[in-house]
């Protein structure tokens, strides 16, 4: 058999790829992935047998995941999601976890939520977790969302300075109830060296919009006569988020930021999404760049008495001697 790559394999298993010439030349991936490619589909039962089954691709999410989240901190989270996933296909399922795992999120349901579209699995990173990709890009220094009430008190002047462009002044007495319906959902972040983003402001219409235009999701939902999909449960949550992804627009963007992006508009689109996430090389080249790039940024702030001064050439000396001794023989001439 030959040895396809896992991306390959998944893309073979849901059904979007054909079936590859058995001469075809080994790839990188673990054979034991091949078992998804075969022509009875796998079916593990669940709860701790599902467990065991992922078991099997343990060293693939080893691979995945970033230094900070280690494989059984990321089995602990999947395995209080597996119930909602009862009737999802394992193809399905195992590119949700990976897609998951490569972004270096936890599917707790505050990061990123595997979700159920009928028999697929899907992978949504949540507003927490393209925060948290805002942070390792080393450009923003904090990120604030939040949602306005009836009774709030807050103003926004787009042409004023900031930061008194934008206040918002909840009653903290007051329950949220008291507080009244949430008219608007905000988000803004606060950069490294000092300076502010532009604030992000959704109305309901606004993320209503957003819902109708992007998620085939809702659009399925709403044609089968069901109120099944994300943005029918977590309205709320899938606001807040829209906010952060806009606000994702107007921040230095690192490529692992601009690939969540797209790869979570794969899963609204009901695309594959294993295809737009990084590996761990190309992840580990990315954040060395990036990195670089920062930190050649904020040396350019540095104030030029404080700053180690290149090495310049010195110039040569001239020789005056030779040129008196030219002008000499032209006098004596």
């Known amino acids: ?45 669940m709860n701790d047998t599902v467990m065991g089954w992922l078991e099997r691709y343990r060293q693939e999410f080893t691979d995945a995941l970033p230094a900070h989240i280690d494989a059984g901190t990321f089995f602990a989270a999947v395995r209080a999601v597996l119930p909602r996933l009862a009737r999802c296909t394992p193809a399905s399922t195992l590119q949700a976890l990976l897609t998951c795992a490569r972004f270096g999120l936890l599917p707790d349901d505050k990061h990123a939520v595997i979700k159920r579209e009928g028999t697929l699995a899907v992978f949504v990173p949540m507003a927490q977790g393209f925060i948290d990709l805002m942070y390792r890009s080393g450009a923003v220094d904090s990120v604030h969302v939040g949602e306005i009430r009836e009774r709030d008190v807050f103003d926004y002047t787009p042409t004023a300075p900031a930061p008194d462009d934008f206040v918002h002044r909840p009653d903290l007495r007051l329950s949220k109830e008291e507080r009244g319906e949430v008219i608007l959902c905000y988000a803004f972040a606060w950069l490294k060296g000092g300076a502010r983003s532009q604030v992000i402001i959704l109305s309901r219409r606004d993320a209503e919009d957003i819902r109708d235009e992007y998620s085939q999701a809702y659009r399925d939902a709403v044609a089968a006569g069901v109120e099944t999909s994300f943005w029918h449960t977590h309205f709320l949550d899938m606001w807040r988020k829209s906010c952060v992804r806009r606000l994702a627009k107007v921040v ?3 490529a ?46 540095v104030p030029a008495a404080s700053s180690p001064r290149l090495p310049v050439k010195r110039s040569q000396p001239r020789r005056k001697g030779p040129r008196r001794a030219r002008r000499g023989r032209k006098h004596a001439a």
Not at 280 to 300: F, G, I, Y
């Open 1 to 45: 058999m030959s040895r396809l790559s896992l991306k390959d394999r998944v893309r073979i298993a849901a059904g979007t790829a054909d079936t590859p010439d058995p001469t075809a030349p080994p790839a990188d991936a673990p054979e034991q992935v091949a078992d998804l490619a075969g022509t009875e589909r796998v079916e593990p039962p």
């Open 252 to 254: 230095p963007m690192s």
């Open 256 to 301: 692992e930021l601009v690939a969540l992006t797209r790869a979570d508009d794969a899963g609204e689109a009901g695309e594959l999404q294993i295809a737009h996430a990084p590996d761990q090389e190309a992840a580990r080249l990315l954040a060395e760049a990036e990195a670089a790039s920062v930190a050649a940024e904020a040396s350019q702030d």
